[in-house]
Nanobody, 123 residues
Framework: QVQLVESGGGLVQAGGSLRLSCAASGRSLSTYAMNWFRHSPGKEREVVAAISRSGTNTYYPDSVKGRFTISRDNVKNMVYLEMNNLKPEDTAVYYC????????????????WGQGTQVTVSS
């Protein structure tokens, strides 16, 4: 069993930055591909960043590419999302998700996910 807890969300003006953290307990994250995904009312859930088990490979959709950076520290059992140049359309609840059995995972199903952290970007 893995417990994931996201933190770092908040209210920020457009153009601002936030750093989200995902703390894991219960089991090492080193065997899980990790994602950050977001969900807002009326929109489909969207993967915004994915990182391979070792941290070597990452993926970003065009909507955030060049603005978001995912990283992980398998020793500290943490995953991070650095978000820069935030836009109002980035407003959503952000979740981290863990997926076993894959080096990197781009899907929307997870073995574990947290309770989410709200990010609100004002114009």
């Amino acid at each position: 069993q893995v417990q994931l807890v996201e933190s770092g969300g908040g209210l920020v003006q457009a153009g601002g930055s936030l750093r989200l953290s995902c703390a894991a307990s219960g089991r090492s994250l080193s065997t899980y591909a990790m994602n950050w995904f977001r969900h807002s009312p009326g929109k489909e859930r969207e993967v915004v960043a994915a990182i391979s088990r070792s941290g070597t490979n990452t993926y970003y959709p065009d909507s955030v590419k060049g603005r978001f950076t995912i990283s992980r520290d398998n020793v500290k059992n943490m995953v991070y999302l650095e978000m820069n140049n935030l836009k109002p359309e980035d407003t959503a609840v952000y979740y981290c998700g863990a997926k076993s059995g894959f080096i990197i995972w781009l899907g929307n199903e997870y073995d574990y996910w947290g309770q989410g952290t709200q990010v609100t970007v004002s114009s």
